[in-house]
């Protein structure tokens, strides 16, 4: 079977994009989220992006309190960087991301590529003159003294002016984490900590490198699967690669019949031809005849991977995620990180936190329904019963809105606490 001739209503789909990323469960029904539980989320999406914007909690804490509630982030941690519950580790895949150690080898193909034919920036530095030589003393000084990082080497240069202008240390830490010799093991005030991969990486792990094709279908599979639904092109919007390689494998699945096309009804009596992998169709047939619905209230990442595929959100729900937060502040049209709402199988609007840990205060900077949602009383009550949660989670415990579109909203939600 490759294709389906049946059109799928938008609700359907909707519900299982949104199932297929832990994004359904009803507010309150909860397990208490475990080690377990945290991990299988992320086992679920094949990764969570890292980022290092600090308004409320890292983005990649939010993803997984999205989904699970309030949680414990030191648990999170422990599964990446403790060595006695490590499963997790991080890596390259749509970005910098939290993986699971079982996916390992498929980092090992990338890691040979960028040793053995160094892209032009990294072949240029590696050209200098001394940065042989400093990777080799890098390299020495982990081995012999243990997982250090990039401030643990001293710097007598100029002041670097911009972010990605690191110090050369840096440059070599992130040459040998980038070929695989070096791994993260820990993280101090979001510093990373580097330390050799064979000190990091379990004796469990499995360290079989697959060929670059095997890699591609892995990650191509697992894409599809997470999205739940999509188009071709934006496979390559979840994975770490390149479009024609992506896209290479999708059509190879396709014939074979792993990979299933489909019909999905749109907006305008539209219909677009998506795909989805054949193990997800049985729960697209529970989305359709509403077994599976989505029941969720929940605030999300700008890095969620919800929006990893480019456009999907504007097709599927009529919303554009935006990050704002590199824009000069008068060009901004909602905040400086604005978080999407979801209130069951809909995008309804966003709004932009600002956390005040010393006081334990959350500031919403703005608040937006969309045009065309009614506030209902209802609405209110399940997006003030995740914004309760939400607090609960940064150790908030008073709220304060400065700007409400509508007002109502913002009075409706603070009439609540």
């Given at each position: 079977?490759k294709?389906?001739?049946?059109?799928?209503?938008?609700?359907?789909?909707?519900a299982?994009?949104?199932y297929?990323?832990?994004?359904t469960?009803?507010?309150?029904s909860?397990l208490?989220?475990?080690?377990?539980?945290?991990?299988?989320?992320?086992?679920r999406?094949?990764?969570?992006?890292?980022?290092?914007?600090?308004?409320?909690?890292?983005s990649?804490?939010?993803?997984?309190?999205?989904?699970?509630?309030?949680?414990?982030?030191?648990d999170?941690?422990?599964?990446?960087?403790?060595s006695?519950?490590?499963?997790?580790?991080?890596?390259?895949?749509?970005?910098a991301?939290i993986?699971?150690?079982?996916?390992?080898r498929?980092?090992?193909?990338?890691?040979?590529?960028?040793?053995?034919?160094?892209?032009?920036?990294s072949?240029?530095?590696?050209?200098?003159?001394?940065?042989?030589?400093?990777i080799?003393?890098?390299r020495?000084r982990i081995?012999?003294e243990?997982?250090?990082?990039?401030?643990?080497?001293?710097y007598?240069?100029?002041?670097?002016?911009s972010?990605?202008?690191?110090?050369p240390?840096?440059?070599?830490l992130?040459h040998l984490?980038?070929w695989?010799?070096?791994?993260?093991?820990?993280r101090?005030?979001?510093?990373?900590?580097?330390?050799?991969?064979?000190?990091?990486?379990?004796?469990?792990?499995?360290?079989?490198?697959?060929?670059?094709?095997?890699?591609?279908?892995?990650?191509?599979?697992?894409?599809?699967?997470?999205?739940?639904v999509?188009?071709?092109?934006?496979?390559?919007?979840y994975?770490?690669?390149?479009?024609?390689?992506?896209?290479?494998?999708?059509?190879?699945?396709?014939?074979?019949?792993?990979?299933?096309?489909i019909?999905?009804?749109?907006?305008?009596?539209?219909?677009?031809?998506?795909?989805?992998?054949?193990?997800?169709?049985?729960?697209?047939?529970q989305?359709?005849?509403?077994?599976?619905?989505?029941?969720?209230t929940?605030?999300?990442?700008?890095?969620?991977?919800?929006?990893?595929?480019?456009?999907?959100?504007?097709?599927l729900?009529?919303?554009?995620?935006?990050?704002?937060?590199?824009?000069?502040?008068p060009?901004?049209?909602?905040?400086?990180?604005?978080?999407?709402?979801?209130?069951?199988d809909?995008?309804?609007?966003r709004?932009?936190?600002?956390?005040?840990?010393?006081?334990?205060?959350?500031?919403?900077?703005?608040?937006?329904l969309?045009?065309?949602?009614?506030?209902?009383?209802?609405?209110?009550?399940?997006?003030?019963?995740?914004?309760?949660?939400?607090m609960?989670?940064?150790g908030a415990?008073?709220?304060?809105?400065?700007?409400?579109q509508p007002?109502?909203?913002?009075?409706?939600?603070?009439s609540?606490?």
């Open positions: 079977m294709s389906s001739s049946l059109t799928y209503p938008l609700s359907a789909v909707r299982l994009a949104l297929a990323q832990g994004l469960t009803p507010n309150g909860e208490p989220p475990t080690m377990e539980s945290i991990y299988s989320q992320v086992e999406l094949g990764g969570v992006q890292i980022d290092t914007l600090h308004v409320v909690q890292r990649h804490y939010l993803v997984l309190w999205s989904r699970l509630g309030s949680y414990n982030p030191v999170f941690n422990r599964l990446i960087y403790d006695a519950h490590r499963r997790l580790f991080e890596g390259w895949q749509h970005a991301t993986i699971p150690l079982a996916d390992y498929y980092q090992m193909p990338a890691q040979r590529r960028r040793r053995e034919l160094p892209g032009k920036v072949a240029h530095w590696l050209s200098e003159p001394g940065n042989a030589e400093l080799k003393m890098v020495q081995t012999s243990g997982a250090l990082r990039a401030s643990d080497f001293e007598d240069g100029p002041r670097r002016g972010w990605w202008d690191w110090k240390a840096k440059n070599a992130e984490y980038a695989g010799e070096l791994a993260i093991s820990d101090l005030n979001f510093q990373r900590v580097y330390d050799l991969t064979q000190r990091v990486l379990p004796a469990w792990v499995d360290r079989t490198e697959p060929t670059p094709e095997q890699r591609d279908r892995y990650w191509v599979e697992l894409a599809v699967r997470a999205l739940g999509c188009s071709p092109a934006q496979v390559a919007d994975t770490y690669l390149p479009s024609g390689r992506a896209l290479s494998q999708v059509k190879t699945l396709l014939a074979e019949g792993t990979i299933l096309s019909q999905v009804s749109v907006a305008d009596g539209m219909e677009q031809n998506m795909i989805i992998h054949r193990q997800n169709l049985p729960l697209l047939e989305a359709t005849a509403g077994v599976i619905q989505a029941r969720r929940t605030f999300l990442s700008p890095f969620d991977s919800l929006f990893w595929a480019r456009g999907r959100d504007q097709l729900w009529g919303f554009r995620n935006m990050l704002e937060a590199y824009k000069p502040e060009i901004r049209i909602w905040g400086y990180f604005c978080l999407p709402i979801l209130y069951k809909r995008l309804i609007g709004l932009d936190p600002r956390l005040d840990r010393n006081n334990k205060r959350l500031t919403l900077k703005s608040l937006y969309d045009e065309g949602y009614e506030l209902s009383d209802e609405l209110v009550h399940s997006v003030a019963t995740a914004m309760a949660d939400f609960a989670f940064h415990n008073e709220l304060l809105i400065e700007k409400s007002v109502e909203f913002g009075d409706g939600l603070l609540t606490f």
